[in-house]
């Protein structure tokens, strides 16, 4: 089991930024990527970006690019989300993702609230 517990998230204007963070604990031990998927109301949700912990390698939503940026901290297990020049069409419950490539399956945070005011 993989637990995640996600900070950083509010209210924001238009053009401001936020930083989120996710930590992992538990069986972290296998081959994984850890990364934010996002859901705004009334729409499915949607991969924002991830990395793979053992290659550093970034993957991003195409619309995102530019704006938003992935890192990692390896000694803490946790990953960040930089999000600058925020849109009210960023306004989602942001869910920080952990994929573990041995067991096939992502693990979800609870989740955590983006509100982007114009």
């Known amino acids: 089991q993989v637990q995640l517990v996600e900070s950083g998230g509010g209210l924001v204007q238009a053009g401001g930024s936020l930083r989120l963070s996710c930590a992992a604990s538990?069986?972290?031990?296998?081959?994984?990527?850890m990364g934010w998927h996002r859901q705004a109301p009334g729409k499915e949700r949607e991969f924002v970006a991830d990395i793979n912990w053992t290659t550093d390698s970034a993957e991003y939503a195409d619309s995102l690019k530019g704006r938003f940026t992935i890192s990692r901290d390896k000694a803490k297990t946790t990953v960040y989300l930089q999000m600058n020049s925020l849109k009210p069409e960023d306004t989602a419950i942001y869910y920080c993702?952990?994929?573990?490539?041995?067991?096939?399956?992502?693990?979800w945070g609870q989740g955590t609230q983006v509100t982007v005011s114009s």
């Open positions: 538990g069986s972290t031990f296998s081959l994984y990527k």
């Open positions: 993702s952990f994929y573990s490539y041995g067991y096939g399956r992502y693990y």
